[in-house]
């Protein structure tokens, strides 16, 4: 969203995120505390969690390409 609005300040917006940026940024540094709290604590599920995730993006990009066509 942050990266949007610099890109194209012109675009129509229905909704309007309150307080922004900071709702965004408040958004951001909690995913990243509970990423790294995982690593830190549970490193073998959170690296096997990782791994699957990862291995799900080129079955997202395979299906993604197949539904355009």
Known sequence: MIKLRKDSPNLDRPYKVPLYPVI????????LFVIVNQ???ATLIALGDIIITLIGLPVYNYMSKKNDN
Do not use: E, K, S, V
């Not at 965004?24 to 995913?31: R, S, V, Y």
């Open 39 to 41: 690593l830190l604590t």
């Open 24 to 31: 965004p940024l408040i958004a951001i540094i909690g995913g």
